[in-house]
């Protein structure tokens, strides 16, 4: 369900974005947990497993149940972290091996 790379700045400095937080009364980490239990809760209603980005875990303060999956992709290290907080882990580093065709 995403997670990677979120443009944290890009959000603040957005006035449609801050009107409509403002709005609804979250905060921007509020925000993005209230999307990913939404969307993790009708991945879950259709027999589906959530599947996030390690940045989800480590970088944004939002409460991931324990049958999310993350993909370890920015560096090894980030394995046992994640781990930690007791959500499983696809690790698959960058680190490592990273085709960058673009």
Known sequence: TGGDE??????????QTQQD???????????IGHWVDATHDRLRS???TPVV????????N?????DTVALVWISSQHAASIAAKNV???HAPADYFYLDCG
């Open 53 to 60: 980005w390690e940045e989800m875990v480590l970088e944004h």
């Open 46 to 48: 259709i027999g589906k």
């Open 21 to 31: 937080l403002r709005k609804a009364g979250r905060t921007l980490e509020q925000a």
């Open 62 to 66: 939002i409460t991931l149940k324990n």
């Open 88 to 90: 499983r882990i696809v």
């Open 6 to 15: 979120i443009n944290v700045p890009c959000y603040d400095q957005d006035q």
